[in-house]
C-alpha cells in the first residue's frame, strides 16, 4: 500500500540555524500539505500546495518558512530561522483530492 | 475561525462494548469531516470521513453526522485494546485544498 514517507525522523538543530525537512507524497496525489503538532497540543495546519504553489496558509506559516516541490518526487518545509518554539512534529499529507488527506510519519524537530 | 470541540478524556470502555466519540464544530457551513487515530507518539492514520448527514458504517466503525446539531460521532463496535488511541475530529478550513482544523482528540483507553 502507497504511503507517505519523511525524512529525517528526527533532526537536532541549534537556535538560529536553517533546517530543511524532506517529505515524498503518495505517487498519484495532486495536494499536499504541512502540519504540525507540539508535544501534547493539537495537529495544526501550517500550509498546503497544489499544481506547483501555495494555496492556503496558517497564520504560524509566517515568512520564514517555506515550501518547495523540487523535483517530481518531493515536497520540502524550510524554517530559515529555527526557534526554541519551533520544536515539534512536523507532519507532511497528501491527497489525491483535497481533504482526504493521508499523513507520513513525521519529522520530529528539536531546537537547542 | 473554525472550531472543532471533542471531550479530551480519556474514555475508559471495556473490552467487546462500543466506544461513543463525539465532536461539534462551529462554521455550519462544514460539509466534510474526518477521524483519524492518533497512537502515541505516532501520526495520525484516516480512519473514516463523512459527507452526509445520517450514518456510514465501515467495519466495526460507523461514523454518524448531523448538520443541524453540528455533531458528528464515530463509533467502534467490538472495542479491541488495539482500539486504544487518541481519536482526532477534523474539519477542512475552507474549500478547495485547504488544511485541515483538528481538535484536541479523546483518548480512548480500551480494557481487557
Known amino acids: 500500500e502507497p504511503e507517505v514517507t519523511q525524512t529525517p525522523s528526527h533532526q537536532v538543530t541549534q537556535m538560529g540555524q536553517e533546517v530543511i525537512l524532506r517529505c515524498v507524497p503518495i505517487s498519484n496525489h495532486l495536494y499536499f500539505y504541512w502540519y504540525r503538532q507540539i508535544l501534547g497540543q493539537k495537529v495544526e495546519f501550517l500550509v498546503s500546495f497544489y499544481n506547483n504553489e501555495i494555496s492556503e496558509k496558517s497564520e504560524i506559516f509566517d515568512d520564514q518558512f517555506s515550501v518547495e516541490r523540487p523535483d517530481g518526487s518531493n515536497f520540502t518545509l524550510k ?27 513525521g519529522t520530529r524537530l528539536t531546537v537547542t | 475561525q473554525k472550531e472543532v470541540e471533542q471531550n479530551s478524556g480519556p474514555l475508559s470502555v471495556p473490552e467487546g462494548a462500543i466506544a461513543s466519540l463525539n465532536c461539534t464544530y462551529s462554521d455550519r457551513g462544514s460539509q466534510s469531516f474526518f477521524w ?6 505516532k501520526s495520525p492514520e484516516l480512519i473514516m470521513f463523512i459527507y452526509s448527514n445520517g450514518d456510514k458504517e465501515d467495519g466495526r466503525f ?18 479491541q485494546p488495539s482500539d ?7 474539519v477542512p478550513a475552507g474549500g478547495g485544498a485547504d488544511g485541515l482544523t483538528f481538535g484536541k482528540g479523546t483518548h480512548l483507553i480500551i480494557q481487557p
Open chain 1, 79 to 105: 524554517i530559515r530561522s529555527t526557534k526554541l518554539e519551533d520544536s515539534a512534529m512536523y507532519f507532511c499529507a497528501s491527497s489525491e483530492r483535497a481533504h482526504e488527506q493521508y499523513f507520513g510519519p
Open chain 2, 36 to 41: 483519524y487515530r492518533q497512537y502515541s507518539g
Open chain 2, 62 to 79: 460507523t461514523a454518524q453526522l448531523n448538520k443541524a446539531s453540528q455533531y458528528v460521532s464515530l463509533l467502534i463496535r467490538d472495542s
Open chain 2, 84 to 90: 486504544s488511541a487518541t481519536y482526532l475530529c477534523a
